[in-house]
């Protein structure tokens, strides 16, 4: 009798271990849903795009159950140091003046160029330019000479911003503008190209060491077999995967 209980006991302990376990291994993916093709919402409300696709390729990989939770960009920043999710996997640059809040992977996309889209081809980088608060964008502009920046909170807005005549032109990733231009003809490219930060990864609190060396280790791997580069070549059209 004595011998069942211990047994049952041993048991008990067991499932108890592997349920916080599972706990543990739960990491919740925050990202913006509004910035395609790096992510947003599909008909049905669910996350999409190439961060989706990347992300669930990620947990794939390194044993992690992983939720996804959307935020807006403007404090997704301060609601991962809170505690609302684990990660940011939305886009982000890595630069310096981030890296001081929280901590980075490696990069999962190489730095991508940004690009000026206008009314008109004579924009010359003067004048009010758009971008999305707390972007790469928005700081590069800030520093421009001859520049006055007007900040908004969705991407969707810095769009509407120079359709509307609030803005002579927006600055964004070029991947994000290039189907906007192709389907507008009101909007065109102008003015020459930037690179800005090192490249996109996956943001985590500073404290999260641990996760941090799991989504490294997997997003490593997931380089060296192809998939980063084959997802790359999916969502970016005419984009050649640089792993």
Not at 97 to 108: K, N, P
Not at 164 to 173: F, Q, S, T, Y
Not at 218 to 227: P, R
Request: proline share 3%; with cysteine; hydrophobic share 45%.
């Amino acid at each position: 009798m004595k011998k069942l209980i211990l047994t049952t006991a041993a048991l008990a302990l067991t499932a108890g271990m592997a349920m916080a376990e599972s706990h543990a291994m739960t990491v919740r993916m925050g990202t913006e849903g509004a910035y395609p093709p790096y992510n947003f919402l599909n008909d049905n409300g669910e996350v999409d795009g190439f961060e989706r696709d990347l992300g669930d390729a990620i947990c794939e990989t390194a044993g992690l159950t992983c939720e996804w939770v959307t935020n807006d960009w403007d404090s997704i920043i301060p609601n991962l140091v809170s505690g609302n999710y684990d990660t940011i996997i939305a886009g982000m640059s890595i630069t310096e003046e981030r890296d001081e809040v929280i901590d980075f992977t490696q990069a999962y996309f190489p730095a991508d160029p940004s690009a000026f889209a206008a009314m008109s081809d004579s924009f010359d980088g003067t004048g009010v330019i758009a971008a999305q608060t707390g972007t790469i964008q928005a700081s590069h502009v800030a520093s421009m000479d001859g520049a006055e920046l007007v900040e908004f909170a969705t991407p969707d807005e810095t769009i509407a911003a120079v359709k509307n005549g609030e803005a002579d032109a927006v600055l964004a990733d070029k991947a994000f503008l290039e189907p906007i231009v192709a389907e507008d003809g009101d909007l065109m490219f102008a003015g020459e190209d930037v690179v800005l930060g090192d490249g996109i990864g996956i943001g985590v609190r500073e404290s999260d060491e641990e996760l941090k060396a799991k989504l490294d280790e997997a997003i490593t791997a997931l380089k060296e077999d192809g998939t980063v580069n084959e997802l790359i070549e999916k969502w970016f059209e005419g984009m050649t995967g640089p792993y």
